[in-house]
T-cell receptor
Framework: QKEVEQNSGPLSVPEGAIASLNCTYSDRGSQSFFWYRQYSGKSPELIMFIYSNGDKEDGRFTAQLNKASQYVSLLIRDSQPSDSATYLCAVSGSARQLTFGSGTQLTVLP | NAGVMQNPRHLVRRRGQEARLRCSPMKGHSHVYWYRQLPEEGLKFMVYLQKENIIDESGMPKERFSAEFPKEGPSILRIQQVVRGDSAAYFC????????????FGDGTRLSIL
């Protein structure tokens, strides 16, 4: 059974701080890694994707991947109240389907 | 709107009725994926389709559920003889190709069973 585990929330950070979201996965054959943001009652919105070990930065977001440790993370710098949402880690392999974690609820306090 | 289009946004059915959910992928995308999100649960894969082909239906319940993606028209997720436990948000995602391409999600169909 392929599993994706996310650190249990909820996570609260003050406005302007760095939010750190973590994810581990069980399938060593996983090839692609994604972070989606989901506001309550809305659909998942793609935030970042990463395929290779290391860091990938896009604006205030940085995704980090360590395949040896089977670990992927998302850092959000200068967190804003509008970043308050549930963040979903998703992993895919040769089967192409996405396996999602249960999500981490982030609250950014003004 | 060039995004993934799903309709209806909300669907109410009585137990025993049929539900049909439609999904039109983003322009240029030929790969469609359906996911289900039960209340207070995570997103679960159901089925992956290309035009006229079901590629992977390993996440589909064995009974009452079917999916298609015809040569012309949207992908359809069909649920026959709905039960209360089918109440969920059903999301469709699409990608231009399966290899290393992020999947983009539609707004979903919220299915409620009375």
């Amino acid at each position: 059974q392929k599993e994706v585990e996310q650190n249990s929330g909820p996570l609260s950070v003050p406005e302007g701080a760095i939010a750190s979201l973590n994810c581990t996965y069980s399938d060593r054959g996983s090839q692609s890694f994604f972070w989606y943001r989901q506001y309550s009652g809305k659909s998942p919105e793609l935030i970042m994707f990463i395929y290779s070990n290391g860091d990938k930065e896009d604006g205030r977001f940085t995704a980090q991947l360590n395949k040896a440790s089977q670990y992927v993370s998302l850092l959000i710098r200068d967190s804003q109240p509008s970043d308050s949402a549930t963040y979903l880690c998703a992993v895919s392999g040769s089967a192409r389907q996405l396996t999602f974690g249960s999500g981490t609820q982030l609250t950014v306090l003004p | 709107n060039a995004g993934v289009m799903q309709n209806p946004r909300h669907l109410v059915r009585r137990r025993g009725q049929e539900a049909r959910l439609r999904c039109s992928p983003m322009k240029g995308h030929s790969h469609v994926y359906w996911y289900r999100q039960l209340p207070e649960e995570g997103l679960k894969f159901m089925v992956y389709l290309q035009k006229e082909n079901i590629i992977d239906e390993s996440g589909m319940p064995k009974e009452r559920f079917s999916a298609e993606f015809p040569k012309e028209g949207p992908s359809i997720l069909r649920i026959q003889q709905v039960v209360r436990g089918d109440s969920a948000a059903y999301f469709c995602a699409s990608s231009p190709s399966p290899k290393d391409q992020p999947q983009h999600f539609g707004d979903g169909t919220r299915l409620s069973i009375l």
